[in-house]
């Protein structure tokens, strides 16, 4: 088997970012008219008055502060509460691709290649902004790289799924360098008139590179020294977007076609899931947590990663144990733990060790041990 390395990290952020107060601002507003135009249907019982978001309850519940976005008009504009993205010709980039090329260059840069090095693309997130054709192969296309390239979709754990796919084709020899991003519009699917959720998900887009390591001319890479995925079906986190939609119109833009979730049930269902697939990954590779530098979880929920950080280390985490980027970023989904790695990974020295995880839907979860080569 093939050695592989990660060699490389980029990160595209948006320009225009959301504070907590805001979007409390515009979602309080949006109740506020709500109520008010409703208010003899609610005097009368028929209809159940809105209740106003609070950016204390968001702070504490989550740890989130601000998100990117890339429309922050639509997003605060209360009779429209959506991201405005006009629609782009055929002939241009998507989106999602262009996003997808801006990190994927920084990640070329750090690992000392061109992009026709690179022999297979994989677009690994949980918001593909259409069908087909993939994404992938669009920024196949849009940066001159031979091979092949494909979509995948676990989520917010679609990194850890994308970087052991990768993997896996690097040490049989399928491919020999691979690029791997996670690229998301995720204020595209959030329902900004929920007050459970509306404040939890930002767009960003990340990319990884992974190589056989006899070929990384970047030597301060990271080695890959294990990968470990897990999936155990759960309702409690869904989004019933889908091409079947028009096949019943009458449920078509029902709050179910975008991001839904039990929040409280999914916090105490996943967060010992997780910790117990990355406490017998380690014991599996004859690892002790202590041996750990440094875990770069997904960005869900602060007082999650935490739970998890201190079930897996065994003491109250530290923000160089367990850093966190949902506070600027919130949840993007599958970038979130890509997104700490590539800001959190610099000061490691030789042989240390970390922890990529990421987590979400599905239920899914995935973990990748690395050690800092060089
Ligand atoms: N502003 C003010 N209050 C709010 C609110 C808001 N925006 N949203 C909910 N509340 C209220 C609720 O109505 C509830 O009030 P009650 O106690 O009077 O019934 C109270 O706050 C607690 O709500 P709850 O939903 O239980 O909050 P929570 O502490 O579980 O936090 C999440 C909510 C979503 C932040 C948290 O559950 C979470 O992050 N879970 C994990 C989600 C996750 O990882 N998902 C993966 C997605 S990829």
């Known amino acids: 088997m093939n050695q592989v390395i990660l060699t490389g990290t980029g990160l595209f952020t948006p320009a225009e970012s959301i504070s907590n107060e805001e979007l409390v601002e515009s979602f309080n507003n949006y109740v506020e008219k709500f109520n008010s135009e409703n208010a003899a249907a609610i005097e009368a019982g028929e209809m159940e008055a809105l209740a106003p978001s609070s950016v204390a309850f968001i702070e504490k519940a989550s740890g989130i502060k601000s998100r990117y976005v890339m429309d922050k008009k639509g997003v605060l504009d209360t009779d429209i509460m959506c991201p405005r993205i006009p629609e782009r010709g055929n002939d241009e980039p998507s989106l999602l691709a262009e996003m997808g090329v801006n990190a994927a260059k920084q990640a070329l840069e750090e690992a000392q290649l061109d992009a026709n090095d690179i022999d297979a693309v994989l677009v690994a997130c949980a918001n593909l902004q259409r069908a087909y054709p993939a994404i992938s192969i669009e920024i196949q296309d849009l940066l ?132 117990q697939l990355i406490t017998d990954h380690l014991a599996d ?90």
């Open 144 to 275: 001159g790289i031979d091979g092949f390239a494909f979509d995948m979709n676990v989520a917010c754990s679609s990194a850890t799924f994308g970087i052991q796919t990768g993997y896996d084709m690097i040490r049989s020899g399928s491919a020999k360098r691979v690029m791997m991003l996670n690229t998301e519009v995720c204020s595209g699917h959030l329902n900004f008139r929920d007050r459970d959720s509306h404040f939890i998900f930002g767009d960003v887009a990340t990319a990884v590179i992974l190589e056989d390591a006899e070929l990384a001319k970047n030597k301060q890479g990271f080695e890959i020294v294990d990968t470990r995925l897990v999936t155990k079906f759960s309702n409690n986190i869904r989004n019933n977007f889908g091409f079947l939609n028009r096949t019943a119109p009458e449920n078509r833009d029902d709050d179910d076609k975008l991001f839904i979730q039990e929040g409280r049930k999914v916090f105490r269902e996943v967060s010992p899931m997780v910790a």
């Open 285 to 374: 590779n004859n690892l002790q947590a202590s041996g750990l530098r440094r875990m770069w979880l997904h960005q869900a929920n602060r007082n999650m990663n935490d739970f998890i950080a201190k079930k897996v280390l065994g003491y109250d985490p530290t923000e160089d144990d367990q850093p966190t980027v949902l506070d600027e970023y919130a949840n993007t989904s599958s970038a979130g733990s890509i997104i700490a790695f590539h800001k959190h990974k610099d000061d490691f020295k030789a042989g240390e060790m970390g922890v990529i995880c990421s987590f979400g839907a599905g239920y899914s979860a995935g973990s990748v041990i690395v050690r800092r080569a060089g």
